[in-house]
């Protein structure tokens, strides 16, 4: 009996110790996943203060350069080419000759058409004292007279297409490369060169619709170029009457002097547009915030632990964004391990 009495104390031992080691491991992974998942264990981390400042409220955006005026030069008939009278990538004026189309067929049946012109003039004149004699009717003198008009319209239609035959400038500006020789059967189709006029350009950019209201017309931004620190400076102009649904931006144009030729058609500008200057605004730190699924969150601490806060942003910056909504002064926001804090995790902040 003593034996077996001792053998159940031994297993009862046993129990009790692998019971006693499955609570001691229990209650380590519970302290290692607390720690995971942020609240078990204290982590230092940046903060800064929220107070309210003077923020100069200058948006940033992307745009694209444009020619004042530019125009694809073609010919209205078609026919042999005459004469070039411009140079590649020269400056000409306006009503300057471009080129010349032969038009000797189209002069011919001018004169043609200008001889039926007279005979018709002479039978007008004739049946007009005819009918002042009352030899002939008012009918067949209106014959007469409406073949006159008829020969007069034939006469002015090839007129006008003579015309046609010599391409002059629209506006003045530089002309780019041609892409015709004398002698060149030319038609409609054929793009013969391009003519811009780079005095001044355009610069053309969107806006969120949110700051629609904050535009104005004559309004002065600065812009700069890829490759280059210099800031140059517009005016803008014109404005879109209505927001683009598909974008919710509103399409703004604004116009600037170039009269050195530093810029070029068709290059990236990024602009700087000022907006209303707003007194009393929160600014934090971009790396506080955090994208999240239906907006943007950051942390504050509240006795000792991380509170998350949704927030509204506008305006950013490279180093701050504006905050519209969420923080109020006095709030310490946390600037740096935002991204593994979780919920009520206990946080020691170093305000900056």
Known sequence: MKVKHIV?????????????????????????????GGKGKTMTVSGMVVKPQTFDNILSLSGSIEANEQVEIRSEVSGIVESINFQEGSNVTKGQLLFKVNDIELRAQLGQAKTKEGL??????????????????????????????????????????????????????????????????????ILVSQLVNTDKLKITFSIPEKYTFQVKTNSNLSFTI???????????????????????????????ENKDGKLLPGTFANVELPLDIIKDALVVP??????????KKVFITNKG???EVMVET????????????????GDTVLTSGVMSLKDDAPVKVKVN
Do not use: W
């Open 120 to 189: 018709a003039f002479e039978n007008e004149r004739r049946a007009k004292l005819l009918l002042q004699k009352e030899a002939i009717s008012q009918e067949e003198y209106d014959i007469a007279r409406a073949d006159l008009k008829s020969a007069q319209a034939q006469s002015q239609l090839i007129s006008a297409q003579i015309g046609k035959t010599s391409v002059r400038a629209a506006f003045s500006g530089k002309i780019g490369l041609r892409s015709i020789s004398p002698g060149t059967y030319i038609t409609p189709s």
């Open 286 to 295: 971009t790396e506080a915030i955090i994208p999240v699924q239906g907006g």
């Open 226 to 256: 890829s490759g280059s620190t210099q800031k140059y400076l517009a005016t803008i102009y014109a404005i879109e009457p209505a927001v683009a649904t598909a974008t919710r931006t509103l399409q703004v144009r604004a116009i600037a």
């Open 305 to 307: 632990k991380a509170k």
């Open 8 to 36: 159940y104390i031994l297993l009862f031992i046993g129990m009790g110790g692998f019971i006693a080691y499955r609570i001691v491991q229990n209650q380590n992974k519970n302290d290692d996943s607390k720690d995971k």
């Open 314 to 329: 506008a305006t950013r910056t490279d180093a701050s964004i504006l905050v519209l909504s969420g923080l109020k002064p």
